[in-house]
């Protein structure tokens, strides 16, 4: 071989290797990049729930819910963040756990002495500003359901629980839709 042959092949090669390297950078690179969107979907997550769980405390600092939904401004607040929380939960970015445990909570809410004057005035906001959203009614619908034919609060939670886990199976959406 001659000298000129020699750089030849010598160039080639370590083209070779340079791009065997670039492939091996870029799998890593791309490794990294999806841990880090992980990480990040978890901290939009996790500051879902806390600025949540903030408001929800917010509101009731000053009485339960059953007894302040009487006053339109109140209640205006308190179905509006629920609505706020079910599209979260919809489209993927709250937890199903989290979102389970707070519609427990509805249920409690939805059931007893003051649950029709609750789902009335819940009614009322769905039927002014859900209009478009009919996942959001028909979910609230089957809620209520499940908490006017349960009266065993230890039942009613189980059901609840399973009720939101196999919905969102059913009907999730995606965070970018």
């Known amino acids: ?14 083209a070779l290797l340079i791009s065997f390297v670039g492939v091996i950078f870029n799998g890593v690179q791309a490794k990294k990049t999806a841990e880090t969107l992980v ?7 996790a500051n879902a729930v806390i600025h949540f769980t903030s408001r929800f405390f917010d509101l009731v600092k000053d009485g339960e819910p059953s007894a302040e939904l009487s006053q339109p401004q109140w209640a205006y607040q308190f179905w509006s963040l629920h609505a706020t929380e079910f599209y979260f939960f919809h489209h993927s970015i709250l937890p199903t756990f989290m979102y389970s ?39 609230f619908n089957d809620l209520h359901e499940i908490a ?30």
């Open 148 to 177: 006017r034919t349960c009266d065993d609060e230890n039942m009613r939670n189980r059901k609840v629980a399973e009720f939101v886990t196999s919905w969102i199976a059913k009907n999730r959406r995606s965070a970018l839709a």
């Open 101 to 139: 445990l707070w519609m427990i909570d509805m249920a409690k809410l939805y059931s007893g002495l003051t649950g029709q004057a609750a789902r009335q005035s819940h009614v009322q906001y769905l039927n002014t500003y859900s209009f478009n959203y009919p996942e959001m009614i028909s979910f």
């Open 39 to 45: 990480m990040n979907q978890q901290l939009e997550r």
């Open 1 to 14: 071989m001659t000298n000129s042959e020699w750089l030849s092949l010598s160039i080639v090669v370590l």
